[in-house]
């Protein structure tokens, strides 16, 4: 099970190239509107999130994805089963 620091660093890490030099991510970030990512970069992020914790993340969690702490939260549930 991955602790919730270890996945924020790692959504930190896969979100730094895609989002405008010098903005803060932080737990309360909103995907969309604080950094303007599309849905196209969203899908991005979740196949580069599938990749580094080895896991299937299902697309009908996305409605219940809109901060950075809501996708910690969902990645968790994922690599606890």
């Keep these: 099970m991955e602790t919730n620091h270890t996945v924020y660093q790692q ?5 730094t190239p895609l989002v405008p ?3 803060a991510v932080a737990m309360e970030t909103d995907l969309t509107v604080d950094l303007g990512l599309d849905s196209l970069k969203v899908m ?3 196949e580069d999130l599938e990749d580094s914790f080895d896991i299937s993340i299902p697309i ?3 409605p ?3 901060t ?3 996708l910690v ?3 968790q549930k994922l690599t606890q089963s």
């Design 11 to 15: 959504i930190q890490e896969i979100l």
């Design 21 to 23: 030099e010098g903005t």
């Design 44 to 46: 991005k992020i979740l």
């Design 60 to 62: 009908n969690i996305l």
């Design 64 to 66: 219940d994805v809109r």
């Design 68 to 70: 950075v702490e809501d």
């Design 73 to 75: 939260l969902q990645i």
